[in-house]
């Protein structure tokens, strides 16, 4: 259950209550993620958000921030997508109050400091190099890149290096101004909260929040050709993306995509998990994922390999791809993937984090918020026909992108790999 007020400035109020919870999680997303960047701002969006917790005019520092929030034993933390940010308090149920007092103190009060701009600088450079040192996470990076081509999709939230280093104060509050408007904004509630708590909360401390508008977003129109790239690292490993392009959030097949990557590698009976490390011996992890975003989609497996065993790795993930094109799914295999993806989202929610960002997320974004019931729906309503369908169209040979990070490759050696 949930439920959505909305302020006269436009602010939207979303409350889900659960009994099952003795927290409260108050969050706030705002349609500013890096999409909403130009090339000449990538990165701003993620460097405010760290900005924000810089301290405004009632908890004037991190310090001060920080301390309020660890007193009480909550955990605060914010994240930057490509499509939304959000920043979030989650404390005991008693404590929502001071929650609220927090991240409005940020929201409103936020004068982004020159000198704190510039010790943050130094931050952000090394979170950028601690992600260049992490092969897994620098792949799926990569992968998108490879993807969406030169377009903010495609682009880094980290930013460029260029960009990190010159902002500006006046570039916060601009991007701030723009970006952070009240019809921009959605504050959720979720867990051991009434509508009627959330609603006088909400009025109290994010009342003064105005601006009009939603900011559009270039949109995405066009899979780039490119199907390789090769990142040369010394790594003990191999880090391997390989994937297709998918389907949108709001296409008819989202819930019939999100089915076909749990059946091929989304857990320990998948078939990459069983094929590919049990059965090959191949590799200690391997999962197969969909990422979905408004108007642009990919389902990608990634996995890390023995340097020597790479060409057997690629060639038995590709066969896996093209053998559920060909053959399709078995009817109990796409039986034990809606019960997996059902049963997963009744546990993930029964913790107010995760409430409060699926329902908030789904108000921000989509046209309309699937409740549980009509999520539980929708997964159901997913036949195999259509699920082989989806396979047949999207796991194509021609389609097939890959992403190495490893040593001892070209790109053309690992192009060849990827056909007939």
Not at 17 to 23: L, M, Q, Y
């Amino acid at each position: 259950m949930y439920h959505v007020d909305t302020l006269p400035s436009g602010l939207r109020i979303l409350t889900a209550p659960s009994d099952a919870t003795a927290s409260v999680t108050v969050t706030v997303f705002a349609g500013a993620g890096s999409r909403y960047e130009t090339n000449a701002e990538r990165g701003i969006s993620h460097f405010l958000e760290h900005m924000f917790f810089k301290g405004g005019k009632k908890y004037v520092n991190t310090k001060e921030v920080s301390a309020a929030i660890d007193g009480v034993g909550g955990d605060f933390n914010a994240f930057t997508g490509k499509e939304y940010a959000g920043y979030y308090v989650k404390v005991a149920a008693e404590q929502c109050e001071l929650a609220c007092d927090v991240l409005a103190d940020m929201l409103l009060h936020a004068s982004f400091p020159p000198e704190e701009i510039e010790k943050e600088r130094g931050v952000i450079i090394e979170e950028e190099r601690m992600y260049q040192d992490t092969p897994m996470y620098r792949a799926g990076w990569d992968f998108e890149e490879l993807l969406y081509g030169d377009h903010p999709l495609g682009w880094d939230t980290i930013g460029l290096e260029k960009i990190i280093l010159s902002v500006t104060q006046d570039d916060f509050l601009k991007h701030k101004r723009r970006l952070y408007t009240a019809e921009n904004i959605v504050l959720a509630f979720a867990g051991a909260v009434t509508r009627e708590q959330a609603l006088k909360l909400g009025k109290k401390f994010f009342g003064a929040i105005d601006g009009k508008g939603k900011e559009p977003f270039m949109p995405f129109t066009t899979y780039s050709d490119r199907r390789v790239f090769l990142r040369n690292k010394n790594t003990e490993q191999v880090h391997l993306v390989l994937g297709v392009p998918g389907v949108s959030a709001l296409h008819d097949d989202h819930f019939a995509q999100k089915l076909l990557a749990i059946v091929l590698g989304g857990n320990m009976s998948s078939r990459m998990f069983l094929k590919v490390r049990e059965a090959r011996g191949l590799c200690y992890y391997i999962s197969t994922e969909v990422d979905s975003y408004l108007d642009g989609g990919a389902l990608t497996t990634r996995a890390g390999v023995d340097q020597s065993r790479l060409a057997e790795a690629l060639t038995a993930i590709r066969h896996e791809y093209l053998v559920c094109a060909k053959d399709g799914i078995e009817p109990d295999e796409l039986e034990r993937a809606k019960a997996f993806l059902k049963g997963k989202l009744i546990l993930g929610l029964e913790d107010s984090e995760e409430r409060c960002h699926f329902y908030g997320k789904q108000l921000l974004l989509y046209p309309k918020i699937r409740d549980i019931e009509a999520y539980m729906k929708e997964v159901d309503a997913v036949t195999l026909d259509q699920l082989n369908a989806l396979a047949t169209r999207i796991l194509k040979s021609e389609e097939l992108r890959l992403v190495v990070i490893g040593k001892g490759q070209t790109e053309e050696g690992l192009g060849k790999l990827l056909k007939d």
